[in-house]
């Protein structure tokens, strides 16, 4: 898309209220272009549009109207969750209409270097960590986005002497065109969201939009231990810095001795930083995180080349490392309760964040797990249950597909959840089960290895009910 201020006079329509809606309708409306947002929710259900109107924006509520999208449409922007599938995005395909996300348009209007983050796990912790190494080394971070404020409200607010930390999903990275960041960073590509993609082509190729503008003045941070990051690296015209743990590398950031050798809890492992002109830094004892398991070390490994890239002393990060203690939802400790230590892990909603979260732990797990059936048989999951997890508790449209995985990996308690009633309830009872089979010295974590919407309107919802759930035991 051009600049806002090219669209002065045109229609513009903004498909989707929520919070990145409502401030993109604004920037645009600001910016003198004739906006109308259109949300299929029903008007009682839209309180943001009244505020729209207020300020003479067009709001569509309760669906989409024939006559909508129309040839002298110019732009459309949708909310990154709307499928391309949905009417009013085919109409606008078919009419040759730009589409774009929020991401596409806060670029233009931001004058501080962006970095941007994107994985299939991982992607919040990395970001929050980021955030908190450039601030503390005084470099003025405002983290936005998925986590905090929306983008285009802080991409006018931001000053060159910012930096723009953004966490970025594929769908956000679809609607891109002209997006360049100046440090893009891919943390590791799972099977998911497929639903939305039709595919792992379209997926990666979301994902790979990230560096698609970057040039040799810009950074991309890249994880070395990922075969799909790898792959990546001819159509990357960006400087590459590389992170690994399972191998020294040349020039990036990398754990000394690496994880392909023996692991054991004594083995005295450092994250080492190597320049070809500096030499090379110790940032930090990997045992002096602050967040437990494996995945949480690589998350460091990613946070560090950033921070790097960005300017920040590799010598100084090892405080932030250890002094970080993770993101609501994310591997979160809520409890202990008669000796057993509960954990809220709603975030992890493909198998292979349910596959990381579980190898954190060596104590014996009670698992909850289930949640919304995209089509996966969840085999992925047969080799670390069998190894970590004591007993099963599933609940969702998955359950059952759960709980034959878990007969395979020879699993003695298995306990299915649908006693008909909310989905809190369900939930509820699931922690009860749960409780029920844990003893002192487990682990009870919930970690779906499923989206939430079937039961849920968030992965937020599902973890702040199960806390409240572990609390009233």
């Not at 109107?53 to 040839?71: M, R, T, Y």
């Amino acid at each position: 898309m051009k600049h806002p201020d090219m669209y002065r006079g045109e229609e513009v329509i903004v498909l989707g209220l929520a919070k990145s809606g409502v401030q993109v309708a604004k920037v645009l409306h600001q910016h003198g272009a004739i906006v109308t947002v259109n949300d299929k929710k029903e008007r009682e259900q839209s309180p943001e549009a009244s505020e729209l109107e207020s300020l003479g924006i067009s709001v569509i509520c309760g669906g989409h109207p024939a006559g909508l999208v129309h040839a002298g449409i110019k732009l459309l922007v949708k909310n990154p969750g709307i499928p391309y599938t949905a009417a009013p995005v085919q109409q606008a395909l078919q009419l040759g209409i730009e589409i774009v996300t929020e991401v596409e348009v806060a670029y233009h209007l931001c004058a501080a270097p962006m970095i941007g983050i994107t994985g299939s796990n991982g992607k919040t912790t990395t970001t929050t960590w980021v955030g908190q190494m450039l601030e503390s080394a005084g470099m003025n971070p405002i983290v936005a986005g998925n986590i905090g404020t929306p983008l285009c409200q802080a991409a006018q607010e931001a000053s060159s002497d910012n930096w723009m930390v953004v966490e970025l999903s594929s769908f956000q990275l679809k609607g891109t065109h002209a997006f360049r960041p100046h440090i893009a960073c891919l943390l590791n590509v799972a099977e998911t969201h497929l639903d939305y993609h039709g595919g792992m082509e379209d997926y990666v190729a979301s994902k790979g939009k990230l560096f698609a503008n970057q040039t040799a003045a810009d950074t991309a941070v890249l994880n070395w231990d990922d075969p799909v990051c790898r792959e990546l690296v001819p159509y990357i015209k960006a400087a590459i810095l590389p992170f690994s743990m399972t191998e020294e590398l040349q020039q990036g950031i990398f754990v000394r001795p690496s994880y392909t050798e023996a692991e054991t809890d004594d083995l005295h492992r450092t994250i080492v930083y190597r320049d070809y002109a500096e030499g090379e830094t110790v940032i930090a004892e990997v045992d002096s995180i602050g967040l437990p398991g494996r995945f949480n070390v690589e998350n460091a490994l990613a946070a560090c080349g950033i921070a790097i890239a960005a300017g920040a002393d590799p010598a100084a990060l090892g405080g932030v490392l250890s002094s970080f203690r993770g993101v609501e939802h994310r591997l979160e400790y809520v409890a202990d309760i008669k000796g057993a230590s509960y954990y809220n892990n709603s975030k992890a909603t493909n198998a292979k964040a349910t596959s990381m979260a579980l190898i954190s732990f060596r104590q014996p797990i009670v698992l909850i797990a289930g949640g919304l059936d995209r089509g996966s048989d969840y085999m992925e999951l047969l080799p670390v249950l069998s190894g970590h997890v004591k007993a099963l508790v599933a609940l969702g449209q998955t359950r059952d597909k759960l709980l034959a995985v878990g007969q395979q990996a020879g699993l003695k308690q298995l306990i299915s959840v649908d006693n008909g009633e909310s989905a809190a309830a369900v939930l509820q009872q699931a922690v009860r089960e749960a409780s029920a089979l844990a003893e002192a010295g487990d682990i009870v974590l919930l970690s779906p290895a499923c989206a939430s919407w079937d039961m849920f309107t968030s992965y937020e919802e599902r973890g702040r009910i199960f806390k409240e759930a572990v609390h009233n035991l």
